[in-house]
């Protein structure tokens, strides 16, 4: 914690200034005011009121908001993009989104610029044309690491073509319409199953919210599902981006999956949302019927690539070793218990947006029972 190190902590080497600040307390003093931030999340394992007091109300922004965002953002990071300038209740607001590494737009000479226009036009009165920026920019995602610029006025999309795909687990696949009732079993902490569309047949974007509906059932009383939308090329080769995370993903306590009452929202660009807030230990063997939020999405896929959703027990995993950091090894959310096998009976559905110009193929959704889903 910086606060209070004064000139114990780092000292800043442009400036030659405490990066805490100037203020140095005796370190007795600083401790006795500290949290014990693990033990506290050890002790509140749902969400209750020290989560609660800790959540901001974001319908009560009034002030001016530019929310900037990366398509490979770390953890939690997009949703609160997106979810903070949707709900933000500010009438001047604007999303920015884009790719590359977690910080990098934020020290180019363009992303410094945008930031300068934003706090120059809102902080010194500057009449730089400000007032006629897109309230949305997005750099949309092409392969090989190439991004288009382009303006919109909302965010999701108002001109997406919501698209429905089914899990087929007899044949691995991604489909227009439900196929035969099957089901699917892996291991916990394998790479679960992965199921695959069709080629597209000319170039398609895929840009906005994600979300699916599965039927799942677990030898355990508790488990984790992650949910990863996937791009492959022609020859099944996959299309990864750079940043954080070259997927999109999700992932859901199955134990915790309570949905809310009334909160079961309908519109394809808000998915359902679990509170969190209770505690209901599965029945080993019984089928569960979950709706899970992927994380928003936009690239764009070549003539004859695939998209593909992978459903596992674990956390995504390319394979690869990345220059910057170790392979991972373990699921961040279930690294203390046992694999379990699960068993997918498949019906997913999930609501993909896609800009207005290319062909209506969409993300996944999903399976073989049939029923109508919130997401």
């Not at 699916?212 to 488990?223: H, L, P, W």
């Not at 080769?237 to 995370?245: A, C, M, Q, S, T």
């Not at 009452?261 to 505690?279: F, K, L, Y």
């Not at 394979?319 to 997913?348: F, G, H, N, V």
Request: hydrophobic share 30%; glycine share 10%.
């Amino acid at each position: 914690m910086q606060n209070g190190t004064g000139t114990r902590g780092r000292i800043n080497r442009n400036t030659g200034e405490p990066i805490g600040g100037p203020q140095t307390e005796d370190p007795e003093a600083l401790r006795a005011r500290t949290a014990d931030l693990p033990r506290e999340q050890r002790e509140h394992k749902l969400f209750d009121a020290y989560y609660r007091e800790r959540t901001p109300v974001l319908e009560d922004i009034e002030v001016p908001v530019l929310s900037r965002g990366n398509w490979g953002g770390i953890g939690l990071h997009l949703r609160g993009n997106t979810e903070g300038f949707m709900r933000a209740g500010s009438r001047q607001k604007w999303l920015e989104l884009h790719g590359d590494t977690h910080w990098t737009e934020y020290y180019t000479p363009q992303g410094r610029n945008l930031m300068r226009r934003f706090y120059d036009h809102f902080l010194k009165g500057e009449d730089n044309g400000w007032d006629r920026q897109p309230r949305v920019l997005l750099n949309v995602r092409h392969p090989n690491e190439k991004f288009v610029e382009r303006g919109e006025n909302e965010w999701p999309l108002a001109r997406t073509q919501w698209t429905r795909n089914y899990l087929d687990a007899g044949a691995d696949a991604l489909l227009p319409e439900p196929g035969a009732e099957a089901s699917k079993s892996f291991r916990g902490f394998s790479q679960g199953v992965t199921f695959y569309g069709a080629p597209v047949r000319q170039a398609t974007e895929i840009t906005g919210p994600v979300a699916a509906k599965v039927f799942i059932a677990s030898s355990t009383r508790d488990a984790d599902l992650f949910l990863s939308l996937r791009a492959y090329t022609a020859n099944g080769r996959e299309i990864l981006f750079g940043g954080f995370r070259a997927e999109r993903s999700a992932g859901l306590r199955l134990a915790a999956r309570l949905a809310p009452q009334a909160g079961c929202r309908q519109e394809p660009a808000v998915p359902a949302r679990h509170p969190h807030d209770e505690e209901q230990p599965l029945a080993p063997g019984e089928i569960y019927e979950l709706d899970v939020e992927i994380w928003p999405t936009s690239i764009v896929l070549p003539a004859g690539a695939r998209i593909a959703l992978t459903v596992a027990g674990r956390d995504y995993d390319h394979q690869l070793l990345a220059r910057s950091c170790p392979r991972r090894r373990r699921s961040t959310a279930a690294s203390a218990r046992p694999a379990a096998p699960s068993t997918c009976t498949t019906k997913r559905r999930t609501g993909r947006p896609k800009s207005s110009t290319a062909p209506p193929r969409c993300t996944p959704a999903a399976g073989t029972r049939r029923t109508c889903c919130c997401p």
